[in-house]
C-alpha cells in the first residue's frame, strides 16, 4: 500500500478549497494500491484557508522546534501541523505503509523543495512537515513530480 496526499487523488482540501488531481495518482487509489491522506486537514485546519509557509527553516526544523508554519495573514498554525504530520505517520504505521507520494512544495508533503516563508514564491531546499516526519521514520517519499 502507498500513501497519496489526497489532493493528488482528487479530493478539493488544498488551501484554496483546490485539488491537484494526478491521473497516476488517482489511478494508485482505485485500483486500491494507494490510500489518500490530507495532513493538513488531520491537522485540523479549514477548507478554505491562508496559504501557509515554513518560515525560519525545513519541516526537520520544525519537528524540531527550531521554525514555525505561518499562514499568509500571520498566524502561526505550526501546532495544527505538527499534528497532521503526527497523524499521518500514524496511519502509515496503522497501514504498513513504506512509501509515500506527496504535493510537491507543501509545507506539509513538500519533498526536496518548498517555499522560502515570504509567500513570494521563492522555494528553498527542504522537505514539509510530514514529509520530513515520514522520513525520520524511515518510509520513502516521492512526489507526483517524480512520478514518470
Known amino acids: 500500500m502507498i500513501l497519496v496526499s489526497a489532493c493528488l487523488a482528487g479530493s478539493a482540501c488544498r488551501y484554496d478549497g483546490g485539488k491537484k488531481s494526478n491521473?497516476?495518482?488517482?489511478?494508485?487509489?482505485?485500483?486500491g494500491e494507494a490510500a489518500c491522506f490530507c495532513p493538513e486537514c488531520a491537522g485540523k485546519l479549514p477548507i478554505p484557508r491562508e496559504p501557509s509557509e515554513i518560515l525560519g527553516g525545513t519541516g526537520e526544523d520544525v519537528l524540531l522546534g527550531r521554525a514555525r508554519v505561518v499562514s499568509r495573514n500571520g498566524e502561526d498554525v505550526t501546532a495544527q501541523f505538527l499534528r497532521g504530520a503526527y497523524l499521518t505517520l500514524r496511519f502509515c504505521r496503522e497501514?504498513?505503509?513504506?512509501?509515500?507520494?506527496?504535493?510537491?512544495?507543501s509545507p506539509s508533503c513538500g519533498c526536496g523543495?518548498?517555499?522560502d516563508g515570504a509567500f513570494?514564491?521563492?522555494?528553498?531546499?527542504?522537505?514539509?512537515?510530514?514529509?520530513?516526519?515520514?522520513?525520520?521514520?524511515?518510509?520513502e517519499v516521492l512526489t507526483e513530480e517524480d512520478l514518470t
Open 95 to 105: 497501514h504498513g505503509i513504506q512509501k509515500a507520494i506527496l504535493k510537491a512544495r
Open 120 to 139: 513570494t514564491g521563492t522555494l528553498r531546499s527542504g522537505d514539509g512537515v510530514a514529509c520530513a516526519m515520514l522520513k525520520r521514520a524511515g518510509i
Open 113 to 115: 523543495a518548498i517555499y
Open 23 to 31: 491521473a497516476r495518482v488517482a489511478h494508485l487509489v482505485q485500483s
